[in-house]
């Protein structure tokens, strides 16, 4: 059976050439972006591919299925009008979300006008908890996936294939003879292991080895989509699956986006030392907590290539901290940051503005905590009211409509939570000056010996001091503990070769520099930094950069940063002239463990609530 998995773009966008030419947008009504729409408001994650979407193209694959996976969140709308009317299906499916729940709209109405017969599912965070109203305000979506959707996907694929009425599966909302209607609700994967790895199939640098969050943090939507609780796949499934990702991608870096990746200490400690056991080199950030972190943990992940360590941390004011049910403390941030930054680990911390009880003094109080714990970076966000949090469900009693979602065109329901005009004013002033990620902290020397010495012989951490020897301009240190970190195998030896390009060019040696950064290509062809030199340096070429003596401004850095690729289905890339040619299907793999699960309804009257909370060791 032929299936296509879309992620939609955000609304009906203009195409290039018409984005500087205010008339030829369409407006919020015509579908265009929301009146107040600037450009870089979305994040940059936005633009990939949501995991859920790769999983479920897994599990279809090895069910024989042929399945196309597409990312057109970036593509025209008339464009997406040429791929969606191009390609014949039976089954499509898309990821929802509250930033591009009116693309999903307008995109499954043309599916329909293209393909009246198909089937349209739909999942993600915002469609599960507003199932019905997607289904009442979106006619040309037949079924709604709620939360965890493998199962009930696969299920439906089987149902259509053999002809089956597709009503009435488990953990899904439906059109039944009577309207609409919700399906008895199915338990949730206890054996993550018995999924089929989306890194056999597809290069991405987005990886993740658990789901769920034993904490319930009031902004948070993690429980809704996930079921309460945390689940997680064995550690030798996720080396196996570690070892297929690195293998595909040409920039070794990985970004584990768990909810909270070290709620299981011991697990991760076991993981790390598995990584180093079997010789895999790469380099990789995670998203946790500060309060399930430990020094050995922290020693052990930096030595296992973590990089970057994301916390999420909200506010610096005990008063938000509790209203929101962080339970974190200010010390115990300090205190966590400051252990990774031991060991070398960048520490970047996620803000919010607006939570519940926020004032002008409390937000004084964040920023005087950002310089008491000086992370690496930090980035603030606006509180975003999503469904299925309990900051949705809290402003539903008061003051919120939940047809807002359908009826109003904003990207995401941006606004403080209860904060009065003079706060909200002084937020809405400090952010237009202070939104994006900062820079904030960097080791220097004797901070990066002390961080070797504490790690031994560690490549990252020869990088970090021969960076920090740059940033000096003592070049000849700079170049020993480089050529240190190349010969004990740095993941990304690119940078190393791109730092020996800037100091040729500091010299003014262009045949070293130009000799190091064709290395630096021919390695890391994708890392943003190689990526940018490269071009500044065939500009500086062109433009007679030697002959005129005009300057050549190289950057000379390794952060944990990822060049925002263009290739499908990764990023909205362009698409092979043949995309909408389908190959033969493929046999449908007999030890599948999740076969005979997808072949009938799993109706359950179980709570999705009640799995077990695995504490943290």
């Known amino acids: 059976m032929r299936v296509v998995l879309l992620y939609p773009p955000p609304w009906k966008l203009s195409a290039p050439a018409e984005l500087g030419d205010e008339t030829a947008r369409l407006s919020p009504e015509q579908g265009g972006p929301p009146a107040d729409y600037r450009e870089g408001d979305l994040d940059p994650d936005f633009w990939q591919t949501p995991y859920g979407l790769y999983s479920l193209a897994a599990q279809a694959m090895r069910a024989g299925h042929q399945v196309k996976l597409l990312n057109l969140s970036a593509y025209p709308w008339q464009e997406v009008e040429q791929v969606v009317g191009s390609l014949e299906a039976d089954l499509w499916g898309m990821s929802c979300w509250t930033a591009n729940r009116r693309g999903v709209g307008y995109t499954a109405a043309l599916i329909k006008h293209f393909h009246p017969e198909s089937h349209i599912i739909v999942g993600g965070p915002h469609a599960t908890p507003l199932a019905r109203e997607m289904l009442e305000y979106h006619p040309a979506i037949d079924t709604v996936s709620a939360g965890e959707s493998e199962l009930q996907f696969l299920e439906l694929c089987g149902r259509i294939q053999r002809g089956e009425p597709t009503t009435g599966i488990a953990g899904t909302w439906f059109r039944g003879e009577s309207g609409i209607a919700e399906a008895p609700a199915r338990a949730s994967i206890e054996d993550l292991d018995a999924l089929a790895s989306p ?165 004084q109080e964040t920023l005087q905590f950002l310089e008491r714990a000086r992370p690496h970076q930090y980035i603030f966000s606006c509180l975003s009211i999503y469904p299925g949090t309990r900051d949705f469900q809290d402003a539903e009693k008061t003051w919120l409509d939940r047809k807002r979602y359908f009826a109003e065109t904003f990207q995401e329901l941006k606004v403080p939570f209860d904060a009065d005009e003079e706060t909200t004013r002084v937020l809405g002033e400090w952010f237009a000056q202070n939104c994006g990620l900062r820079d904030f902290y960097r080791e220097g020397v004797e901070e990066c010996k002390a961080i070797l010495a504490e790690l031994g012989d560690h490549h990252a951490a020869h990088m970090d001091l021969a960076g920090a020897y740059y940033r000096e301009r003592q070049f000849k240190l700079a170049e020993e503990h480089i050529h240190k970190a190349l010969e004990l195998g740095y993941p990304l030896p690119g940078l190393a070769y791109n730092y020996l390009a800037c100091m040729a060019a500091d010299r003014r040696d262009l045949q070293s520099l130009q000799e190091h950064l064709r290395k630096a290509i021919r390695t890391d062809p994708q890392h943003f930094v190689v990526a940018q030199n490269a071009e500044a340096l065939r500009m500086w070429l062109t433009q007679g950069g030697p002959v005129q003596n005009l300057p050549l401004h190289l950057s000379a850095r390794h952060d944990f940063q990822i060049f925002e690729r263009t290739t499908q289905p990764m990023l909205p890339g362009p698409l092979p002239e043949d995309f909408a040619h389908w190959p033969p299907p493929s046999e449908p793999d007999p030890a599948d463990p999740l076969r005979s699960a997808s072949e009938a309804s799993q109706s359950s009257d179980q709570d999705r609530t009640r799995l077990k909370v695995v504490s943290s060791p």
């Open 199 to 363: 890194h056999a199939h597809f290069d991405t640098h987005i990886f993740m080895t658990s789901r769920g969050c034993p904490w319930a943090c009031t902004f948070c939507g993690a429980e809704t989509s996930w079921g309460r609780g945390f689940r997680a796949q064995s550690v030798g499934y996720v080396l196996d699956a570690l070892e297929q990702a690195v293998s595909r991608l040409p920039v070794k870096l990985l970004q584990i986006k768990d909810d909270t990746f070290t709620t299981n200490k011991k697990r991760v400690i076991e993981l790390c030392r598995g990584i180093r056991a079997r010789g895999l080199q790469f380099l990789w950030s995670c998203d946790t907590r500060v309060d399930v972190l430990s020094d050995e943990l922290l020693r052990e992940m930096r030595l296992a290539g973590c990089q970057r360590l994301s916390l999420g941390v909200e506010s610096g004011s005990a008063s938000i901290l509790k209203q929101i049910d962080k339970k974190i403390t200010a010390d115990k941030i300090v205190e966590s940051a400051n252990l990774a930054k031991k060991y070398g680990i960048q520490v970047r911390f996620y803000m919010m503005l607006g939570n519940r009880g926020e004032t002008v003094e409390t937000f």
